[in-house]
């Protein structure tokens, strides 16, 4: 069987082991792990080839978020404690 070069929500959540609820949940709340998509009329759809392009990307952490805040300074050592 052929895969088809068009996915809609419950082909995307298949592929990705996710809920279609969890799919529509995150195309709400424009979640991160989300590969974009597009619209076809009411319909959400992601085309194969992208999808497997971003899970590459996601897998080799370039969509990894940037950490804030500043950075860690080494603890204090205790001397003459032995």
């Keep these: 069987m052929m895969e088809p070069e068009i996915l809609h929500v419950?082909?995307?959540a298949k592929m990705l082991n996710r809920s279609q609820c969890a799919i529509r949940s995150?195309?709400?709340d424009k979640a991160s792990w989300l590969p974009p998509g597009f619209?076809?009329?009411v319909r959400h759809c992601w085309?194969?080839?992208s999808?497997?392009?971003f899970l590459r990307e996601y897998e080799?952490?370039?969509h990894r978020a940037p950490?804030?805040?500043?950075k860690r300074k080494e603890p204090p050592r205790l001397r003459?404690?032995?």
């Design 10 to 12: 419950p082909e995307l």
């Design 26 to 28: 995150a195309i709400r």
């Design 39 to 41: 619209k076809q009329g």
């Design 47 to 49: 085309r194969t080839e």
């Design 51 to 53: 999808v497997r392009r």
């Design 60 to 62: 080799s952490g370039e």
């Design 67 to 70: 950490k804030v805040g500043r």
């Design 80 to 82: 003459g404690v032995a």
